[in-house]
């Protein structure tokens, strides 16, 4: 398609995350319209279709990638659901948005790498959208120059105000680190080739069985060691932070501050709420970076080896937090279709 | 209009803000696009107007206005042509953007006001973007909940790496201050109604002839008193600064730091180069929150009395400036159809 | 004397600046010991001396200074007494640490200057302890090695919690503002040649006939300026912070933060409650700097001539903040037993 | 002895740090005085005591202690000497302050620990200066008002600029980690149970054979998880940082930024060169206590227990390092005499 054409995206779940990106192509991003929405709760879908000019509502994803109007998938139903949608785009050749996770295991996940690889183009981008804040940005360009050398080290937290009803301790893996396993992932251009996981003695606001907080130890084939403190239940707020660690020197990211009051004896300012907050704008950037690139007819930002080389790793996570033993990461091949760029 | 009709906006004037502005409504902003761009250059409108589609290019404004499919004007010309091209917008009761300043003095900025209050409701938004900057709002959203009491002084930094040539005395104050006007006003509520200049010894990177920096004092109709560092040759970057100092507490803004780097014996990181860098996402957030009002069939922001009282202000600053007295601001009756919102 | 004696110090005072002076000079200070104090309440000096090994009480500076093992003068009397202490000090031709003022008033000021004048040599320093905080040392040393240029402006900002019953506008800039106007004099090496003030709308927790906040402007021989906001009831803490504008770059003291907290949805952390806990180390270094330059037979430091300088400043402070005018400041001709160091 | 006596000193050892700890008996500290020096050099510690008015010099650390003046025992040997210095202390039942480590491994640690056990009363304080830092002791403070709940974690950074030659992979652990082990102890007020050592690619900057930087992970007897980055050739500076995550909040320290300059296009400030630099006053504050103490006859601060806990943890690093598994910490029993205040 040409750039003179406004891109019709079908959105696929308008959960939270679905109506959110229903709301943001509508109102924030230039350039695309929602064309069509589907939840398997058609009372859902058609509340959302109703507050969009144009938009209509199915119940069935196939059908609605079928649809007059539509010419790009964004998927954010729940992660089981999107190898068959994965496919479907596939089978209409669509470009396809596919909020975190790709799938929910690496198994899955491969069979979706191997189904586009048979394509013979990308058509997925992954949603892990750090890669489109600001701040990552900056360190990523930082690394990238090489101003600090090799980088050696991460240090990473990751804090989360409190947990909803029935988060597990796979969830803290499956669903908060993968974020840290992907940012290891793209700053260092290496794979995660090991997780450990240590677990203090849990704190009193955790809800009974979960061992909150953990400390999760990722190596990489570059032989950097990565720490990341996941605490899903600190209580005062949304906080990720990530030092990079060089040969030179080191660069940290996450301590911005806009506003600083001092009154009441105290100086300083409030904390992100949730990670809506913290990464509001980077969520705006990614859906229109992922629009701008369709509408030049390009694939670009984390890819479906992305997805599942994630995937992977989170799968030796839960088993590292469940034994506590070092736990290799084991990938299939690579294929060229997925080649690191620039290389 | 109503909200499934996407805005078609002529842009007049194709300089480094307008080319901006309509390469912003053409790839940023969601629901408007470009309809129409004016230049006196025949040539450069052309060449904006073919990087967009279906825009087309005029040397005339009321012709532009006039054209089909242009449904709001944003004016982005040098000032003295901005009242011609308010006043035809006025005559096509057109939705206006007009960069500031509204007028390049408060004379003819009265004349604007009183068109439009002739026109019988409001038609401009005056491009103060400093009032979408993330970090203003949070103060000002926090001023006014009063938890530091009411505002007793502000202390702001305005800092410009370099001029262009030909930059002047009174260009520091009608270019540059004119910011800190507005933002006086804006998180005050209140009217400035004396100006003060006091000018250090030059440095000897401003160019000859040119005192710079100089320190403005501003004085409001509430007794707050205001001091304003203007330093345009500062050499180091882009650099904005805001304190307010209630009576239980301070609150500050500009100090924000997204990356921190430690490396060679020392700790910190980049500062802006310029305004561009520093205020990008608040031009965005600015024409997507006229587009957003104008679709609602509303004016809402920075209205033609602020843009008359801060030229107001401006003038009695170049004023005083020149004699190095205290010199007051005299402003017009403020009529009923700028009453400030919520009394 | 020589090193190997350890210095006898009679304290002048034992108010809570004279009895905390006792304190540093018995417990912390190193080569000195509290010889004598003196004051006009016998029973409070006698009981200072009781805690002290080898003190002796007195109600007469003359007779504390006539005393065995008495070496140097530490005088913390209330200001109107410095003058009579000072010419008996110099009757014995001893050392002094004078509190600031040096004396209440220029004039008197003065008087203590031609008489050490007349002695031919210094012997006194000036409790300036600010020279001798690390964050201003640094400062200080960074703008002497010149690599921002030449100084233009100071923005500084004095803040304390609450005023004590009694407090009044002109004591604002006696014992507040007096240490910006040294700390001008200090970093800039320039004399402070006219005083302005501007008084906001008084905060409603000012005490009723205090105008408080303040700005004070200060011009110096050197063309530059200075902005002092003075806050005494500012409810919130004790605040210090000073920002040297130069021809290539700034730099800031005040904001050094130890302690980060990250809880109930704030970062930041608490604020010194007054000068003593923030200026602590200094007047332990200040005093030890004079225990140690003394020793050597030396006198170092803040001069009487700095306190001259200070209190002519004030003088004309006092004034412009009654008039509202623009009020210049003339000092007697500087002797040459006071001429600047290094030139 | 009481008050009314200058402690005199006798300062076994006079390399780096004894003749800075001699320099500060002299020069910095109130109520004490340098009576003897020794070193098996004997030139060197004449020519120390040359600088000292009644300071005498020895080769022998027993004839030292018996000779006139000598209160008190400050041992800054290298380490192998020290359980010989501390056992003839014993005899001569003279106060101690140990430079750490009391003893190079945890069995000679043990023997000096059962001698004072058998002295039947503390004489012994260890170098773990620290503890008297102003941050840290901030921090102690906050953990232990509780605010924050029960410490759950500690995230801690050591960075030198560079080792000197023959510096070895064992001394990250016994030099350096020690310190963060110790502070590990005195915050959590919990004792030191396994350590794991995780050795990224070292850094090109890395001298031939040293793995540097280290991930070194601490548990302890509460459940609580220390991640201790030891990187001694970071190139850039002195770093040292903690951040203690509790259950209800974090507190960090090892940010404190004096001086902030903007220039060149960057804002931020100089790093420490070196621990010398960054705790001057930690060395200052603790021998001035351990005197303060001495001289009421008190002994306090950190014990010979906390020596010999810090070796063993050390001894088990060690291993750690080499192994890479996994090295559990086992302690003897904790004798009566050093039971924790406050149970």
Redesign the interface.
């Given at each position: 398609m040409t750039?003179?054409r406004t891109l019709g995206v079908a959105v696929i779940g308008t959960g939270r995350m679905g109506s959110d990106h229903a709301r943001r192509i509508?109102?924030?991003?230039?350039?695309a319209r929602v064309a069509a929405v589907v939840d398997i709760d058609a009372d859902r879908a058609a509340a959302v279709a109703a507050r969009i000019?144009?938009c209509t509502s199915w119940t069935d994803p196939a059908a609605a990638m079928a649809a007059d109007g539509v010419d790009a998938v964004l998927i954010a139903s729940p992660g089981p659901a999107h190898e068959a949608a994965l496919l479907e785009a596939f089978a209409h050749d669509l470009p396809v948005l596919c909020e975190k996770p790709l799938t929910p295991d690496a198994a899955s996940a491969l069979r979706v790498l191997e189904a586009e690889t048979r394509l013979g183009h990308r058509r997925v981008q992954v949603g892990f959208m750090r890669r489109y804040d600001?701040?990552y940005a900056?360190?990523k360009s930082?690394l990238a120059r090489g101003?600090?050398?090799?980088t050696?080290?991460l240090?990473c937290?990751h804090r989360n105000a409190s947990t909803p009803p029935g988060f597990t301790g796979q969830m803290m893996i499956n669903d908060s680190v993968v974020h840290e396993i992907d940012v290891t992932r793209w700053l260092l251009e290496q794979e995660v080739t090991a997780v450990t996981v240590?677990?203090?003695?849990?704190?009193?606001?955790a809800p009974e069985g979960l061992s909150d907080?953990q400390?999760v130890?990722l190596?990489t084939s570059?032989?950097?060691?990565v720490?990341v403190?996941i605490?899903v239940n600190?209580?005062?707020?949304y906080?990720v932070r990530c030092e990079a660690?060089?040969?030179?020197?080191?660069?940290?990211?996450g301590?911005?501050?806009?506003?600083?009051?001092?009154?009441?004896?105290?100086?300083?300012?409030?904390?992100a709420?949730d990670f809506v907050e913290r990464f509001r704008?980077a969520y705006d950037r990614q859906v229109?970076a992922w629009v701008?690139a369709t509408r030049r007819g390009e694939v670009t930002g984390p890819s479906a080896w992305d997805g599942y080389a994630a995937a992977a790793a989170c799968e030796a996570g839960v088993r590292a937090q469940a034994t506590g033993a070092r736990t290799p990461v084991t990938l299939a091949e690579r294929p060229a279709l997925y080649a690191p760029e620039g290389r």
């Open positions: 750039r003179d509508d109102e924030v991003v230039s350039g000019d144009g600001e701040e900056q360190l930082l101003d600090l050398g090799r050696l080290m240090h937290v240590l677990r203090p003695a849990p704190s009193s606001a907080p400390l130890l190596e570059g032989g950097a060691v720490d403190e605490f600190c209580g005062f707020g906080q660690v060089g040969e030179r020197g080191t660069a940290r990211v301590d911005a501050h806009g506003l600083c009051v001092d009154a009441g004896g105290r100086w300083g300012g409030p904390i709420a704008d229109q701008d």
